[in-house]
């Protein structure tokens, strides 16, 4: 009897733990769950923004190209402001984005550096 009661009492025991380790097991699965679907969200975000970023840049580049080719040619000895160009022109000009955007990838002087190498480079399969 007292046996019994002892044994009844560890299953007991084991029943309530057996149900808590449930319990606490989904409520890590709902977290693990909510902190994979955050991230999904902020990366569906950033590839759209960057994505959005990407083409507004094409956009502008290709507007201020065509301006670009509208300008006549001067023959002045003092050309107008059309012809000038101002002087931050080389650094922030639009026409010039793809360049900018190339020099950011291969420049390892950057600011914001994304190093990679060109993909028009000879690769050398021997060292590997």
């Given at each position: 009897?007292?046996?019994?009661?002892?044994?009844?009492?560890?299953?007991?025991?084991?029943?309530?733990?057996?149900?808590?380790?449930?319990?606490?097991?989904?409520?890590?699965?709902?977290?693990?769950?909510?902190?994979q679907w955050k991230e999904t969200r902020r990366r569906d975000l950033e590839s759209s923004i960057l994505t959005q970023r990407?083409?507004?840049?094409?956009?502008?580049?290709?507007?201020?190209?065509?301006?670009?080719?509208?300008?006549?040619?001067?023959?002045?000895?003092?050309?107008?402001?059309?012809?000038?160009?101002?002087?931050?022109?080389?650094?922030?000009?639009?026409?010039?984005?793809?360049?900018?955007?190339?020099?950011?990838?291969?420049?390892?002087?950057?600011?914001?550096?994304?190093?990679?190498?060109?993909?028009?480079?000879?690769?050398?399969?021997?060292?590997?």
């Amino acid at each position: 009897n007292y046996n019994n009661n002892i044994a009844s009492y560890i299953n007991n025991k084991r029943e309530l733990l057996k149900q808590k380790q449930i319990k606490d097991k989904e409520k890590l699965d709902e977290t693990v769950k909510a902190l994979q679907w955050k991230e999904t969200r902020r990366r569906d975000l950033e590839s759209s923004i960057l994505t959005q970023r990407l083409i507004n840049h094409k956009k502008d580049m290709n507007h201020s190209l065509s301006l670009e080719r509208l300008i006549k040619p001067e023959t002045s000895l003092h050309p107008s402001a059309l012809i000038l160009k101002r002087p931050g022109y080389e650094a922030t000009s639009a026409a010039l984005r793809g360049n900018h955007l190339m020099n950011l990838a291969h420049d390892s002087s950057a600011s914001q550096k994304v190093i990679s190498t060109p993909l028009t480079t000879i690769h050398n399969f021997e060292e590997f």
